[in-house]
């Protein structure tokens, strides 16, 4: 079985500033991560996941996440904010393969002040 | 735009009717998963079907049924309908064990 905690459901940081979303999972085999992002009265986008190899994935927009498996952790972070990356972000974990789905964590609501 | 369209976008039922939801996959996907998202929270896997077989499940009651169909595209019908069943449905499509592509939703409301 899988889970997910992301820490803190509402981030508010100032237009520029860096961006850190946190996100720990718990997996009985090794996991692929994921993280999406959601804008009001969308589908879910995916920024970037980890699958195997090199721990720290760089995605789309300037997200990048560092999979640390000592920590559990998969930590989503921007080094600028913009004005455009407020939205919901969630973190998901598919650990059995088997299964195919995703197991979401309950999400981050990211407000960019200017 | 990632190609998987819902409809309707926007349904209001009572307790105890039957909805059915639709989805029509992103071309060449052959995997369709649908999940239920609260609000507030994150969503919830109900199922996935694979060449129009179900192909794994999660912790919904049988009255959420699904169906696939020839050309990929996709029902999702919930019967007995209770209040806690308010929510975004999202179906997101793929290639087997690919990339996820996720619809814009329908979000239910149960009166």
């Known amino acids: 079985a899988q889970s997910v905690t992301q820490l803190g459901s509402h981030v508010s940081v100032s237009e520029g500033a860096l961006v850190l979303l946190r996100c720990n999972y718990s997996?009985?085999?090794?996991?692929?991560l994921f993280w999406y992002v959601q804008y009001p009265n969308q589908g879910l986008q995916l920024l970037l996941k980890?699958?195997?190899?090199?721990?720290l994935v760089k995605g789309i927009n300037g997200f990048e996440a560092e999979f640390k498996k000592s920590e559990t952790s998969f930590h989503l972070t921007k080094p600028s904010a913009h004005m455009s990356d407020a939205a919901e972000y969630f973190c998901?974990?598919?650990?059995?393969?088997?299964?195919?789905?995703?197991?979401f964590g309950s999400g981050t609501r990211l407000q960019v002040q200017p | 735009e990632t190609g998987v369209t819902q409809s309707p976008t926007h349904l209001i039922k009572t307790r105890g009717q039957q909805v059915t939801l639709r989805c029509s996959s992103q071309s060449g996907h052959n995997t369709v998963s649908w999940y239920q998202q609260a609000l507030g929270q994150g969503p919830q896997f109900i199922f996935q079907y694979y060449r129009e077989e179900e192909n794994g499940r999660g912790n919904f009651p049988p009255r959420f049924s699904g169906l696939q169909f020839p050309n990929y595209s996709s029902e999702l019908n919930v019967n007995a309908l209770e209040l806690d069943d308010s929510a975004l449905y999202l179906c997101?499509?793929?290639?087997?064990?690919?990339?996820?592509?996720f619809g814009s939703g329908t979000q239910l409301s149960v009166l």
């Open positions: 997101a499509s793929s290639l087997k064990n690919e990339k996820l592509f």
């Open positions: 997996s009985s085999v090794p996991p692929y």
């Open positions: 998901a974990v598919r650990g059995d393969t088997g299964r195919r789905a995703l197991t």
């Open positions: 980890y699958t195997t190899g090199a721990t």
